[in-house]
């Protein structure tokens, strides 16, 4: 299975201790000043809506977004365009670029305490046609994610906790039992 549209949600640790507002320069001032590379277009602001996208950093193949869904802020990297490569190569450029993101936001929002977990992520696949959310989908993709984890992450203490539901998009949690180097994985 050739998993493409991966996306990889860092959850802030605790309780995010930053008005959400504050993103918003941020992002913009990472577009004038090319922080991330990439082609870099605009930040659209989803406050309004309840546990949605927060505020967004818009991209021609990727988006980053101080996400709220499912009432958790984190840092979400959303590859929108195909990616050239094997698994691990998309798998990888998602976990990295969210890494980057947190790594960013850490030093931007330092004097406020704002550090995203070390203990786990969301990875998802966000393509229905693609990874329908299937026992077949879990079953082709358990030993592809579970091979690219063991890599990245440098060891094999993890769980997948797979979201079940049929109707959402096929993802996992990650859980690790190691904490994440967000120096080693940007």
Not at 29 to 43: C, F, M, N, S, T
Not at 45 to 63: A, E, T
Not at 82 to 96: E, I, M, Q, V
Not at 130 to 137: K, W
């Amino acid at each position: 299975m050739e998993l493409q549209h991966v996306n990889v949600k860092i959850l802030v640790d605790g309780d995010i201790t930053v008005d959400p507002g504050r993103f918003i320069d941020v992002f913009h001032r990472w577009i004038r000043e090319g922080v991330i590379e990439g082609l870099l277009i605009d930040v659209a602001d989803y406050r309004h809506v309840p546990h949605g996208p927060g505020v967004m950093l818009i991209g021609f193949d990727f988006d980053y977004s101080m996400d709220n869904a499912g009432g958790n802020w984190g840092m979400l990297y959303n590859h929108k365009s195909p990616l050239d490569g094997n698994n691990d190569d998309r798998l990888s450029t998602a976990l990295k670029s969210a890494a980057q993101a947190c790594k960013l936001l850490e030093t931007e929002f330092a004097d406020d305490g704002l550090k995203f977990s070390r203990q786990g992520f969301e990875l998802i696949i966000n393509d229905r046609a693609l990874a329908p959310n299937t026992d077949e989908t879990w079953d082709a993709c358990q030993p592809i994610l579970q091979s690219f984890l063991k890599s990245a992450l440098g060891h094999e203490e993890f769980e997948l906790q797979r979201e079940s539901e049929p109707r959402r998009r096929f993802g996992v949690t990650v859980e690790t039992k190691q904490p994440l180097d967000f120096d080693a994985l940007a």
